[in-house]
């Protein structure tokens, strides 16, 4: 059974920094990728980072990017999302998903892609 568990989550101040974790468990298949989500009140579900969990590469969405920083350990199966510079409009619910893929398969954004989903945690920056 395939779960992905996000942790990390909390209160930062603007201009603070918080690392969420994606423990990645009982994925059978050689290739995915994971992608972090996040869903703010009111608002759609948008992807922010995605990583190749075998070659590394990454995407960023462009709301994000130079902010946040995706990485992956292979030895613990987890997924990382760095926050830097947090701003108010960064408080939202974040996911991680799971998306299955063939080798050469491009790296997306697009939450229709994506197979398995966490429960998601809280990020609130507020002072």
């Known amino acids: 059974q395939v779960q992905l568990v996000e942790s990390g989550g909390g209160v930062a101040q603007p201009g603070g920094s918080l690392t969420l974790s994606c423990a990645v468990s009982?994925?059978?298949?050689?290739?995915?990728?994971i992608g972090w989500f996040r869903q703010a009140p009111g608002k759609a579900r948008e992807g922010v980072a995605c990583?190749?969990?075998?070659?590394?590469?990454?995407k960023y969405s462009e709301s994000v990017n130079g902010q946040f920083i995706i990485s992956r350990d292979r030895v613990k199966n987890t997924v990382y999302l760095q926050m830097n510079s947090l701003k108010p409009e960064d408080t939202a619910i974040y996911y991680c998903?799971?998306?299955?893929?063939?080798?050469?398969?491009?790296?997306?954004?697009?939450?229709?892609?994506?197979?398995?989903w966490g429960q998601g945690t809280q990020v609130t920056v507020s002072s």
């Open positions: 998903a799971a998306d299955y893929i063939l080798s050469d398969a491009r790296l997306t954004l697009l939450e229709s892609e994506y197979d398995d």
């Open positions: 009982g994925i059978t298949v050689h290739y995915y990728h």
């Open positions: 990583i190749d969990t075998t070659e590394g590469n990454t």
